[in-house]
């Protein structure tokens, strides 16, 4: 979809939010061969690049399946993966509210692009997000934010 839309991956970049890359063409890495796999990693990556300008640090299979030697074709990006699987693409909007409003600091909420449902119920999601005052952050902001807090429980007193 970036080689489709790459004005999209400009305007996300634009709004300051994290570019990750989904593969080239979404296959289910566990059913290629190591080649394949980073031949789809590779591709979205140079393509993702070159819109950006920035190199691209996080990666999401699809469907989060992946063997361990999907980590050496990554070259030092890091997989994130969710807590929270709204099932959007098959679920009607008001379930993906219900899953949604289930999030604690921290969680990682899967939804897609592009599905009806899940444009139809984000701004309620959003709304009670706001009304909660639940914040959603950056992938790199929450990183530092449990960072943060994991050093504090270790090191109370500071260095």
């Known amino acids: ?9 400009k305007d996300i970049k634009a709004a300051g ?9 979404h ?3 566990i059913y290629l061969t190591e080649a394949e796999v980073r031949k789809e990693i590779e591709m979205n990556n140079e393509l993702l690049e070159s819109i950006t300008g920035d190199r ?13 030697s999907t980590l050496e074709v990554l070259k030092n990006m890091e997989i994130i993966l969710w807590t929270i699987n709204t099932d959007d693409i098959y679920s ?15 969680d990682i909420i899967l939804l897609h692009s592009g599905v009806p449902q899940t444009i139809e119920v984000l701004p309620r999601i959003l709304k009670y997000f706001s009304a ?26 500071g260095l």
């Open 1 to 9: 979809m970036v080689k489709k839309y790459p004005y999209l991956v």
């Open 17 to 25: 939010d994290d570019i990750g890359n989904h593969t080239y063409n």
């Open 27 to 29: 296959p289910r890495l």
């Open 56 to 68: 691209i640090k996080y990666f999401r299979p699809p469907g989060g399946r992946y063997y361990f």
């Open 92 to 106: 009607p909007a008001d379930k993906i509210y219900d899953e949604t409003i289930q999030a604690k600091d921290g």
């Open 132 to 157: 909660h005052n639940i914040k959603p952050v950056l992938i790199g902001e929450l990183k530092a934010i449990r960072s943060r807090e994991f050093f504090n429980r270790r090191c109370p007193q």
